[in-house]
Nanobody, 112 residues
Framework: QVQLVESGGGSVQPGGSLRLSCAASGLSLPYYAMGWFRQAPGKEREAVSCIASADDYTTYAGSVKGRFTIARDDAKNTVYLQMTSLEYEDSGVYYC?????WGQGTQDTVST
């Protein structure tokens, strides 16, 4: 069964950090571009960051550039999203995707 499972979400104060993980089963991540999306309450799902398969080229939404880092560990078949200097607006459910397959999401809450 092909599956993506996110973990690492939680509650953090503004300025804090979190690292999200996306573990894949049933597919070999090195062959795929991967992405992180997020959805805040009442808002549409938006792309946060992507990493290419061939050269690990990365892209970021303007709102997170310089604060978030996407990376992959092919040996662990896992993609990460390191989030620093978190802001209230970063709260939401974060999803990992291979564009055809989506994880169930992990909740991040930035609050005092």
């Amino acid at each position: 069964q092909v599956q993506l499972v996110e973990s690492g979400g939680g509650s953090v104060q503004p300025g804090g950090s979190l690292r999200l993980s996306c573990a894949a089963s049933g597919l070999s991540l090195p062959y795929y571009a991967m992405g992180w999306f997020r959805q805040a309450p009442g808002k549409e799902r938006e792309a946060v960051s992507c990493i290419a398969s061939a050269d690990d080229y990365t892209t970021y939404a303007g709102s997170v550039k310089g604060r978030f880092t996407i990376a992959r560990d092919d040996a662990k078949n896992t993609v990460y999203l390191q989030m620093t200097s978190l802001e209230y607006e970063d709260s939401g459910v974060y999803y990992c995707t291979q564009w055809e397959i989506w994880g169930q999401g992990t909740q991040d809450t930035v609050s005092t």
